[in-house]
């Protein structure tokens, strides 16, 4: 272990153990089984043994970046899962998490060896492990589409059950453990992805656990100046910050002691990505943080909680408006402590959490916890406060169900995973306590309440008085909202006012479902002014089959609806559109005659004065002039090749080889519109113009054939443009590989080159 690793896992003792690296599989498994027995009641190991021996062959030829086998990784994932003390069936998903997607065994046979309910958790974890959230752009309409469905999808897993994020919450950990030995874009790429998505879904799960060490290594690989910076300037004057920290302990220790209640007392730093986002948002050096230092004491009942706060501010002077009582009312996750920070008698700021046991279980386990196995006693509320946790995946389940457009899910979303500023806490008339975003409005309360409230709220009381809508809620506010049946319903101005993505989220909806007649006149309105404009028959296009076809392809069960989303601007006219036309010139092609090719030719050509015509990209086409030409991407020709030019509408001529598999399975009546090209030079020799090429390899799958096949390409100072690989359960890869190259020659090369390489048994440039 690298000795930054060792420092993290010293001064934060809030994490799950880690192992060290490269230990053998023998070895992890046997801590594996350690760990479950733990917390286990059964001494059953048998469908955990059954499920490693099956890992171990099927991921045996495996091994990853790091060069261990492969198997080490399950095994990983599995101990972070015990050390989170969930039942057996999990931690069989975890070991067999990838088996399914990266060796030949089938979900059938996953089902048929360890049950239905082992197999729904790995075919889960399998397709989140598809979904890809890199490198997202909020302007890119088709990305962001893509990036909201994978999302969806997640959630979905998440609903179906929540094991499936767990397991890849610990995948993630791992791979974020391991992430060094990933290349460096990839190490930000993977980093950014974790910060974004995973960490805040372990923040809302509750686990802080996993949230905190996947915060820490994020901020090691996205940010590693300020974190190694961070790390020495902590480590510095480590033995003077234990000693002041065991200090405090003791002192604290003695006279929770002497006041009779039974505690258990810790100290520790807290972990790095709390102190590194406060120094950023409150832009102060580390000395300025108040809560560097934490004490935990942890007791066994709420009454015990409130009687240490008190035997603790009786001792140290506490510092006025950081105290927090998350018991009285826990966080949107159902964390609860007391918080307080307070001044040490050297005069350097502390911060102490007092909690119960069980309240500290649920914080480090958060959703994780309710898959304790000894909970008969209690089943009723464990019930209870797994629902209250799901809240928020219920949440968000409505909004897929309810918000059509993609950005505006998107939008909602990411405002939701990011919301961990502070909450402020407030109540209703009857003393019901209310727990919302710091900065919230007396709308953001009235939609807390309910959706009828919002939609007539025409005024709010604050305290017994009246207060403006854009007033600020603090803590212990006591909100009265006066409604009226004959209010018109919320404005549009009141979404620059609400700070809670609930609120946001509903008000849209009213006005979605309220104004829907005056979006759907306003929505044909812009469909016909657009084909008006762009010199589209409505006539043509308008007709229940491609109405149906834009109603498929973008998730409406009617056609108003669509009508009522161009009209709210959630789809663009022109999408729809041009959707449209795309069917209608589908349906009625053009069918020109042999004279009609020729007249086209010939009308191009008198202009040409019967000289060849020299394209930028090298082509000569005879007796045409000043007309567009282009590579056709279905064979990609290089210089050398034979080559044929096909005259399309509008688009010029499109060259093809004349072995491409469309031109040789081109209609008879379309082979008129074949023309003679030629390239400018005889392919031998190779200028500064680079041309895309792509081949397909066969080959028997083995270990490092893909690095050896990269090898051969950088030798010849080959860049890759994009590579996909396949490998069938027979053990046969196909690997589509695109590249640049001056010339056929160079392209005979490099075919060449690869068939010299172990396991390759055939080449075939690419065609479609």
């Known amino acids: 272990m690298a000795e930054e690793e060792k420092r993290e896992v010293v001064i934060d003792d809030g994490r799950i153990e880690s192992i060290e690296e490269f230990q053998t599989p023998e070895t992890l498994y046997q801590e594996l089984i350690t760990r479950v027995r733990k917390y286990h009641p059964s001494d059953d190991i048998s469908l955990i043994e059954k499920a490693y021996n099956l890992a171990y062959e099927a991921h045996k030829e495996q091994v990853r970046k790091s060069g261990e086998p492969y198997i080490i990784h399950p095994l990983?994932?599995?101990?972070?899962?015990?050390?989170?003390?969930?039942d057996k069936e999990t931690i069989?998903?975890?070991?067999?998490?990838?088996?399914?997607?990266?060796?030949?065994?089938?979900?059938e046979e996953i089902a048929e060896r360890f049950g239905a309910d082992v197999a729904l958790l790995v075919d889960g974890v399998t397709k989140l492990d598809k979904l890809n959230f890199h490198g997202i752009n909020d302007k890119d309409t088709e990305k962001l589409e893509r990036q909201a469905e994978n999302l969806r999808k997640m959630f979905l897993a998440m609903a179906?059950?929540?094991?499936?994020?767990?397991?890849?919450?610990?995948?993630?950990?791992?791979?974020?453990?391991?992430?060094?030995?990933?290349?460096?874009?990839?190490?930000?790429?993977?980093?950014?992805?974790?910060l974004d998505i995973y960490s805040p879904i372990a923040h809302r799960l509750g686990i802080s656990k996993i949230k905190v060490e996947l915060d820490d290594l994020s901020l090691k690989y996205l940010e590693p100046e300020a974190y190694y910076?961070?790390?020495?300037?902590?480590?510095?004057?480590?033995?003077?910050?234990?000693?002041?920290?065991?200090?405090i302990v003791d002192e604290v220790s003695e006279h929770i002691e002497h006041a009779g209640i039974k505690a258990q007392i810790d100290g520790r730093i807290k972990h790095f990505f709390s102190i590194y986002k406060k120094?950023?948002?409150?832009?102060?050096?580390?000395?300025?943080?108040?809560?560097?230092?934490?004490?935990?004491?942890?007791?066994?009942?709420?009454?015990?909680c409130y009687a240490a706060l008190g035997v603790i501010h009786e001792m140290y002077k506490p510092i006025p408006e950081r105290f927090k009582d998350y018991i009285a009312m826990p966080k949107a996750n159902m964390y609860q402590s007391l918080h307080t920070t307070l001044i040490g008698t050297s005069g350097i700021p502390f911060e102490i959490q007092i909690r119960t046991y069980?309240?500290?279980?649920?914080?480090?386990?958060?959703?994780?916890?309710?898959?304790?196995?000894?909970?008969?006693?209690?089943?009723?509320?464990?019930?209870?406060?797994?629902?209250?946790?799901?809240?928020?995946?219920?949440?968000?389940?409505?909004?897929?169900?309810?918000?059509?457009?993609?950005?505006?899910?998107?939008q909602l979303l990411k405002s939701d995973l990011n919301l961990f500023s502070d909450q402020v806490y407030c109540f209703t008339p009857t003393g019901d306590v209310k727990n919302l975003p710091a900065g919230c409005t007396p709308i953001d309360f009235a939609y807390s309440i309910h959706s009828a409230v919002g939609n007539t709220m025409i005024g709010a009381r604050v305290n017994g008085k009246l207060v403006t809508i854009d007033y600020e809620i603090k803590n212990g506010d006591q909100i009265e909202i006066m409604t009226s049946q004959n209010s018109k319903g919320p404005s549009r101005d009141w979404l620059n006012v609400v700070k809670s993505t609930q609120a946001k989220n509903k008000i849209n909806q009213w006005f979605k479902h309220q104004l829907k007649e005056d979006n759907i006149v306003k929505g044909r309105e812009l469909i016909q002014n657009y084909c008006k404009a762009k010199g589209i028959n409505t006539q043509d296009i308008l007709i229940s089959k491609y109405e149906e076809s834009v109603m498929q392809k973008y998730g409406f069960q009617d056609w108003d609806s669509v009508l009522a989303a161009v009209g709210h601007g959630g789809?663009?006219?022109?999408?729809?559109?041009?959707?449209?036309?795309?069917?209608?010139?589908?349906?009625?092609?053009?069918?020109?005659?042999?004279?009609?090719?020729?007249?086209?030719?010939?009308?191009?050509?008198?202009?040409?004065?019967?000289?060849?015509?020299?394209?930028?990209?090298?082509?000569?086409?005879?007796g045409i002039h000043d007309v567009a030409v282009r590579f056709s991407k279905c064979?990609?020709?290089?210089?050398?090749?034979?080559?044929?030019?096909?005259?399309?509408?509008?688009?010029g001529i499109s060259i093809h080889r004349t072995d491409c598999i469309n031109i040789m399975n081109l209609p008879e009546i379309d082979r008129v519109r074949l023309i003679d090209a030629e390239w400018q030079s005889n392919g031998e020799s190779e200028g500064d113009e680079k041309y895309t090429a792509e081949i397909t390899i066969f080959a028997n799958n083995r270990n490092g054939l893909l690095a050896d096949i990269s090898k051969a390409l950088t030798e010849k100072d080959i860049d890759i443009l994009s590579l996909n690989t396949r490998v069938s359960k027979k053990g046969t890869a196909t690997m589509s590989v695109s590249f640049e190259i001056k010339s056929r020659n160079e392209l005979d090369r490099i075919i060449d080159k690869i068939r010299t390489i172990e396991s390759v048994l055939d080449i075939e440039r690419t065609t479609s």
């Not at 309810?402 to 505006?408: A, L, P, Q, S």
């Not at 041009?578 to 008198?606: G, P, T, W």
């Not at 990609?636 to 399309?648: A, K, M, N, Q």
């Open 279 to 304: 120094m950023v948002n409150q832009n102060k050096t580390i000395d300025q943080i108040y809560d560097l230092f934490a004490v935990r004491i942890i007791v066994d009942s709420v009454k015990d």
């Open 571 to 622: 789809l663009k006219e022109g999408q729809i559109v041009n959707r449209m036309q795309e069917l209608y010139d589908s349906d009625h092609r053009k069918v020109m005659s042999n004279e009609d090719v020729l007249a086209e030719i010939q009308e191009n050509a008198q202009f040409s004065r019967l000289r060849d015509k020299k394209s930028s990209s090298g082509i000569v086409v005879r």
């Open 358 to 410: 069980e309240m500290h279980k649920a914080a480090e386990y958060g959703i994780a916890a309710h898959w304790k196995y000894k909970r008969e006693s209690d089943g009723k509320k464990v019930e209870t406060q797994e629902e209250e946790k799901l809240v928020w995946l219920r949440q968000i389940l409505e909004w897929q169900q309810t918000e059509e457009d993609n950005k505006e899910f998107m």
């Open 635 to 651: 064979c990609s020709p290089v210089p050398g090749d034979e080559i044929v030019g096909f005259v399309t509408r509008g688009r």
């Open 76 to 86: 990983c994932v599995a101990i972070i899962l015990a050390d989170l003390e969930l």
């Open 160 to 194: 179906k059950d929540i094991r499936v994020i767990l397991i890849k919450l610990a995948d993630r950990l791992h791979n974020m453990r391991t992430l060094k030995y990933r290349k460096p874009e990839k190490q930000q790429e993977v980093a950014r992805e974790t």
């Open 229 to 247: 910076d961070l790390v020495d300037k902590i480590a510095i004057r480590k033995s003077v910050r234990e000693k002041y920290i065991q200090a």
């Open 92 to 107: 069989v998903a975890g070991l067999l998490h990838d088996v399914v997607e990266d060796t030949p065994i089938t979900d």
